[in-house]
């Protein structure tokens, strides 16, 4: 009888062993071509002049024919000196800095598509690093399949203490996912900051990018395209590796978890949603075994089988990602990450959303 909850966990097992699978056929792309599409790259931001310098200069670096590339910076509204600082760089004769026509991200990149010139969009943070050959990986991909989206890996660089790799781990998990849901045909998230597709595609999409949400401009797209029965491909390539820094206090961290959460009541893609309520059911399992054994000392050794089987599972996602990536050191931290997560994922589905509630009134 104290087993029967453990049978929770089976979907989640079954799920991510399937992910697994699909990892295991990932391949680098080796780049081999000059490709020669003309590329729009799309760079929407809100108070980022401490971190635009940085951006602009790896842009500047990229080994694509200047012909072939050009650099939208929309400045979303910025309170700081944002918009002078993206018109003053001098490293790129190619960037055009623009107003956001609106208000918010979705409507800063719209307004950038809107005057874009190149047939292949690629989007990007204002926090983020690029290698020479991003541009080109990316082009080269494109050249080689045609596929209407294409979404590329993303990695965060933290520090050396437990709120850095917790937040690192937690990114080699998602990033296992997205590979191994969208080598699958069946892609369930994405990143903006590493995300590229055609300016037609876009159009044919923009209608169903939730404007009335804050974030989700990558994933609302995603889950359009894919709805559409649009070509959705994962780019495995060193050079197309897009890295970003971690949150680096807590409310900034709080503020991002409740953008997640917010857009993810808004889902409609039916895997998608099942493997958010298999997750949050089983993380669910776990913390509810772990309070029955306090009343009950059986319930302890069902909920020591339960973590160490998901944390099988789950170390299978994270290692082969972290490998990918060279960030094997990474897993020394796995295990009190492990511990934590369950009751992370308890306050970021229940306790965000009512702070930040609480907060604005």
């Given amino acids: 009888m104290h087993w029967l909850p453990a049978i929770l966990t089976l979907p989640y097992l079954i799920i991510i062993f399937l992910i697994y699978r699909n990892l295991l056929r990932i391949k680098p792309f080796v780049l081999t071509i000059d490709p020669k599409t003309p590329v729009t790259i799309i760079v929407a931001c809100r108070n980022e002049e401490h971190n635009l310098p940085d ?7 990229q080994e694509y024919p200047s012909s072939l590339l ?3 910076i929309i400045d979303d509204n910025s309170s700081d000196n944002t918009f002078n600082t993206a018109c003053n760089f001098s490293g790129d004769s190619n960037i055009i800095t623009i107003k956001n026509s609106g208000s918010g991200k979705k409507q800063a990149i719209r307004t950038g598509i809107n005057i874009a010139s190149g047939q292949l969009i690629i989007t990007t943070d204002a926090d983020c690093r690029h290698g020479i050959r991003w541009i ?3 082009a080269a991909y494109y050249e080689t399949h045609e596929p209407d989206m294409i979404i ?6 933290s520090d050396n203490n437990l709120f850095g790799k917790f937040q690192e781990i937690e990114f080699l998990s998602l990033q296992g996912i997205t590979a191994g849901t969208v080598i699958a045909g069946n892609g369930t998230m994405c990143n903006g900051a590493n995300l590229a597709f055609t300016k037609t595609v876009y159009k044919e999409n923009a209608e169903n990018l939730h404007d009335e949400i804050q974030s989700g401009d990558d994933v609302f797209l995603l889950h359009s395209v894919k709805k559409s029965k649009g070509a959705i491909i994962w780019l495995e390539s060193p050079d197309a590796i897009v890295k970003t820094n ?3 206090t807590f409310k900034s961290f709080s503020l991002q978890r409740n953008r997640w959460i917010s857009k993810g009541r808004s889902y409609t893609d039916r895997f998608t949603v099942l493997l958010a309520i298999v997750t949050f059911v089983t993380i669910l399992t776990q913390v509810s075994l772990l309070i029955a054994s306090i009343f009950n000392i059986h319930f302890f050794r069902v909920f020591i089988a339960v973590y160490i089987i998901k944390g099988i599972a789950d170390y299978l996602i994270i ?3 972290a490998k990918r990536y060279n960030s094997m050191k990474t897993l020394d931290w ?3 990450v492990q511990i934590l997560y369950p009751l992370y994922v308890i306050w970021v589905v229940c306790l965000t959303p009512l702070f930040f509630r609480r907060q604005k009134n």
């Fill in 55 to 61: 951006l602009l200069a790896s842009l500047s670096k």
């Fill in 70 to 72: 050009e650099i939208i």
């Fill in 136 to 138: 080109k990986s990316i």
């Fill in 152 to 157: 590329g890996p993303v990695t965060i660089d």
């Fill in 246 to 248: 971690e949150s680096t």
């Fill in 319 to 321: 290692s082969n990602t």
């Fill in 334 to 336: 796995l295990i009190p």
